[in-house]
Each structure stands twice: as structure tokens, then as C-alpha cells.
């Protein structure tokens, strides 16, 4: 593989990371000093002796690989926790990602709890309401180092979401909250070859999905293109409609104030009006007629045969799905754009408080400090290292591409403005042709986006396109600074929603699904009726007791 493929994997996989304490040991007094593990020298808390034991639990996929002779259970981290910090990290079972809350919730079900974990906001409120995780508040307090503090409190939303009644009970897992507001991603190649200006309104938005259905944007002369990609799953990463719905000045799946009351964004008038739009478009063709069948790996499959122009997704949605775009047709080209309004008023890109995994410690674990000494670990010696070597040992290898290391681990955090002060420093770096000053991270940005322009290297446009002058960050930059719809809710789910939310939730999807393949509008206004009836109603009342307090 060319060297300079291998450095865009690289990249590619520490931003997928994102969207990125210690205690007295038995035996000595709580003071930093500086150790080495092969060759490394670290900052590190005096580690336990004897040491103690942590017992986890783990969720992998297919993109995790490891070295000859290593395993989940032994590998880099492992070995280093055991040396540096006396933590003998083992599991109790490692599972698939798409198995891992099943079989954890039937774990704590059997009263077999392990000792530190990480667990969904619904099943830490039921952990929580049970009495079974240690409140941390102090050890928080006491044990987190200067660094760990910062990246958990850049974000204001953060610890808020794992604090219950006044006490911390997790370690929420950091990352952006703007970096899962919605932008609007369009084939400029589509454009340009159709010679359509970029969109000002939704209404240029409906013309340009009505132009790539008829206007044979592939070039094959078959009407066989579709304007918007959807999937079954409506509110995800990418082909979603939370930003279509953001443009109608509608906010789907968040809680919205209005005349000093929360209320769920779903069930407004104005989602009303971007669901009867999306009706219309999915009778003219531009969504396509299966997409109530199809996730979002069949809708990769569509961007990447070349067959749909439109979708809105997150910032980093060039490194997935749609640098298979260009992988297939060189000169494709998908560029971000801010949401358009339907109005004269901004549309405001809807986002929630990032903490969708917490990592939470038994009642009764006898070194609940344990958790903070491994963050803490991560924090000060890995999070702003640009020592190469020391991150090709643990992150990753330009190398061996394929092993990403520091997904071997759950103790790591991502600090929340990294990617705006990225782009910051990118941004000059390309202005002055100055490189000095660049952290490793944007040094590898800074060279990426150079070639793209410099060298012509086409596979080089996912940089441009989120880390370039006009990229999606910088939209973002600007949603950070009141271009947003933030969801006022984000403390623990209440306890009608976390018996009926799921429910509703399921309600929701299938007369959105049925309504825009056809069904009369009026099931919208059914949907909402019986959405206060099977719970929505407790669910609003609770919510602004919360709001209120």
C-alpha cells in the first residue's frame, strides 16, 4: 500500500475514535513519578503493590486486529497497565458490538456485576436507581489529574449527564457536542456538471434532489439516480433526517424550549410540514422507493455505485461512507454546505450533549480510584503526545494501518475541542506554508490537504473536505457559535422514559417510514394523539420537573 494511502487510514481512524485518577496504593503515598515500560518513560501514578485486579467486559468488531501472538486479553495496554500501574485488567466475556448491551444487561441481571464498565445513558439510570455503581463524586474530586479534569469539563454538557441528585456516578466518554449536528453533504462533481449554483434555501435543495433524478448526473443515460439518500434507521450518522428537518425548523429525537416549557421536537407542527415535502419527493423518485428496507450499509453501497447525489450526516462523513465515491469514480467530490431554511430564518443544525457511553464502577469494588488511574494514564501521556514513536507503539502504525491499538482499551478520552483548534491551526499552517508549531495530528492534515492541491492526489479530497479551508468543520466552528439547536434535555432518562421512551421511539419510526412512502398526513396527527396517551405526556411532565429544577 503507497505511503501516503497509509497515513489517510490513519487519520481516517482517530477521528472515527471521537466526532476523543489515581488513589494511595496499598503500600505508598500518591505522588507522580516517571517510570518506563519498554523504552517509554511515563507519567504515572505510584503504582498498586501488590497490584489489585479490575475485571471488565468488552465489545469488539472486525476492524479491531492485533499483532501475532496478541489478543484482547493480552496486548500493549494490558501489558502496560500490569507494569506501569500494578492494574491487572482481564474480562469477564468479550462479545461483538451488536451483542454487547444484551449481554451485559443479562450480566447484571444474574447479580454478576464486573468491577468497572461502560454502559449506555439507560442502563446507567437503571444502574444507578438500583443501587449498583459507586458515586465517584469525590474521587473525582480528589484523584483526577489536571489534564483528565480539563477534557471532561471543556464540555459543559458533559459531566452533567453522568451526575445524578447532586453526585457523580460515571466517567462520561467525551467527544464534541457539535460534532453530531447535522450538515447537508451534496456530489459537487453533480453540480458542477449540471452547472447548479450551490443552495440557498430547501427550496434550491428540492430543485438540485428533482435535477439529479432527471438530469442523468452519472452520465450513463438511464434514469436510475435518486436525490436524497435515507436509511430505515432516519436518525443516524449519515443519510439521516434530522438536518432535512432542521431546515423546516423542526428538531426530531430532541427536547426544544418554548414559552419557557420543554417539549419533544417530533411531535411539532413543523416536522409536519419536512415530513409532507419528503412524501412528495419519495413519489417523484428522488428517495429511493426500498429505503424503508435498507440500513446504512445499503445506502453506502448506493453512494458508492454512483447513484445518489444528496445526503445529511455529520462532519466526518467523507472518511465513511462517502470517500466510496471516489473510490469508484475519481472525480466524485461530496462538499459540505450549513442547512438551508425553508424561510427567512437560519436553519439551526440540531446536536445533544455526546455522552452516548459512560463508564460507571460497582458498589462495593474495593479501588474505585482504579478508574481514574487509568484515564488518568491516558490523559497525560498519550492525548497531546506528539512523540511518533510512543504513538505508533499504542495508537497505531502507519506501519501496519490495519491495528489501531488504542482500541484495545475503553479508558481513553477524546478532548471535546480538538477539532475546532485543528482546524485553527490547519487553516494557518496552509495560509503561511508554516508548519511549525503543528501538533502530529495536524501535521498529518497539513501534509493530506498539500497534496491534494499541490500534487493532485485526488484520494486526498476527504481532508479537504472536512479539514480544509471550506470544509465541515468549519461549518461546525460556526454551529459552536449560535448556529445550533442544542436538546435541552440531557440530564438521566426519567423513569417513564426509560420504561416507554424505547416504545415510543419504535412508534415514531414506522408511521415517519409509512407516511413518507404514501400514508395520508393525517397518521401524523394519530401519531402525536397517541404519543401523549402511551406515555409522551408522563414523559413531558417529568422532563420539565427536571427542567425546572
Same mark, same amino acid.
Given at each position: ?180 449536528? !447535522?450538515?447537508? +453533504? #451534496?456530489?459537487? *462533481? ?8 450551490? @443552495? &440557498?434555501?430547501? $427550496?434550491? =435543495? ?45 428538531? !426530531?429525537?430532541? +427536547? #426544544?424550549?418554548? *414559552? ?8 411539532? @407542527? &413543523?416536522?409536519? $410540514?419536512? =415530513? ?274
Amino acid at each position: 500500500m503507497p505511503a501516503y494511502k497509509k497515513c489517510v487510514i490513519v487519520v481516517l481512524l482517530i477521528c472515527f475514535a471521537f466526532f476523543v485518577y489515581g488513589c494511595k496504593s496499598t503500600s505508598s503515598e500518591n505522588t507522580e513519578t516517571e517510570q518506563t515500560t519498554s523504552g517509554f518513560k511515563f507519567i504515572v501514578e505510584e503504582k498498586y503493590s501488590p497490584a489489585i485486579e479490575l475485571v471488565s467486559v468488552k465489545s469488539v468488531d472486525a476492524t479491531v486486529k492485533f499483532l501475532e501472538g496478541e489478543d484482547i486479553y493480552n496486548n500493549i495496554w494490558t501489558r502496560t497497565y500490569a507494569e506501569e500501574l500494578g492494574i491487572n485488567l482481564s474480562y469477564m466475556w468479550v462479545v461483538d458490538n451488536s451483542q454487547y448491551q444484551q449481554k451485559l444487561t443479562a450480566t447484571i441481571m444474574s447479580g454478576d456485576i464486573p468491577d468497572v464498565f461502560v454502559c449506555d445513558p439507560l442502563l446507567f439510570k437503571m444502574l444507578y436507581d438500583s443501587d449498583l455503581i459507586e458515586d465517584i463524586s469525590e474521587i473525582y474530586e480528589t484523584h483526577a489529574s489536571e489534564t483528565t479534569r480539563m477534557v471532561l469539563e471543556q464540555d459543559e454538557l458533559a459531566l452533567p449527564c453522568t451526575t445524578i441528585d447532586g453526585k457523580l456516578m460515571g466517567v462520561p466518554i467525551t467527544d464534541a457536542s457539535i460534532a453530531n449536528a !447535522p450538515l447537508l +453533504w #451534496i456530489r459537487q *462533481d453533480w453540480m458542477k456538471k449540471l452547472n447548479i449554483d450551490p @443552495p &440557498e434555501s430547501m $427550496q434550491d =435543495l428540492m430543485e438540485i434532489s428533482r435535477r439529479f433524478v432527471e438530469g442523468d448526473p452519472d452520465g450513463n443515460g438511464i434514469k436510475d439516480t435518486i436525490g436524497l439518500a435515507v436509511s430505515k434507521e432516519l436518525w443516524g450518522a449519515y443519510a439521516g433526517l434530522q438536518g432535512f428537518f432542521n431546515g423546516f425548523h423542526a428538531y !426530531p429525537r430532541i +427536547w #426544544i424550549e418554548r *414559552d419557557g416549557e420543554l417539549v419533544y421536537g417530533t411531535i411539532q @407542527p &413543523e416536522a409536519r $410540514q419536512a =415530513l409532507a415535502v419528503l412524501q412528495e419527493m419519495y413519489k417523484n423518485g428522488e428517495i429511493d422507493k426500498e429505503f424503508g428496507v435498507k440500513d446504512i450499509n445499503k445506502v453506502a453501497e448506493t453512494i458508492a455505485n454512483n447513484k445518489c447525489g444528496i445526503e445529511f450526516g455529520v462532519w466526518w462523513n467523507p472518511y465513511s461512507p462517502l470517500y466510496l465515491s471516489q473510490a469508484n469514480y475519481p472525480d466524485a467530490y461530496w462538499q459540505a454546505y450549513p442547512i438551508p431554511s425553508i424561510d427567512d430564518t437560519p436553519a439551526k443544525s440540531q446536536y445533544s450533549a455526546a455522552v452516548g457511553s459512560i463508564i460507571v464502577v460497582r458498589k462495593g469494588y474495593p479501588h474505585p480510584e482504579a478508574v481514574f488511574k487509568l484515564l488518568n494514564f491516558w490523559c497525560d501521556n498519550f492525548l497531546f503526545s506528539n512523540d511518533k514513536e510512543l504513538r505508533d507503539a499504542y495508537l497505531g502504525s502507519l506501519d501496519n494501518p490495519d491495528v489501531v491499538k488504542y482500541k484495545y482499551t475503553d479508558f481513553h478520552l477524546w478532548e471535546p475541542n480538538s477539532i475546532l483548534r485543528t482546524y485553527e491551526n490547519v487553516k494557518k499552517a496552509l495560509a503561511s506554508r508554516n508548519t511549525d508549531g503543528l501538533n502530529h495530528d495536524e501535521w498529518q492534515r497539513y501534509q493530506i490537504i498539500s497534496a491534494y492541491f499541490d500534487q493532485g492526489i485526488k484520494e486526498a479530497w476527504v481532508e479537504v473536505a472536512t479539514y480544509g479551508e471550506n470544509g465541515s468543520v468549519s461549518i461546525l466552528k460556526n454551529i459552536a457559535q449560535g448556529g445550533g439547536m442544542v436538546n435541552r434535555f440531557y440530564g438521566a432518562p426519567t423513569r417513564v422514559m426509560s420504561e416507554k421512551m424505547a416504545a415510543l421511539h419504535t412508534m415514531e419510526d414506522e408511521m415517519m417510514i409509512k407516511t413518507i412512502m404514501g400514508e395520508p398526513l393525517e397518521s401524523f396527527d394519530t401519531f402525536v394523539e397517541e404519543w401523549y396517551k402511551l406515555g409522551g405526556e408522563e414523559i413531558t411532565r417529568e422532563v420539565n420537573d427536571w427542567w425546572r429544577n
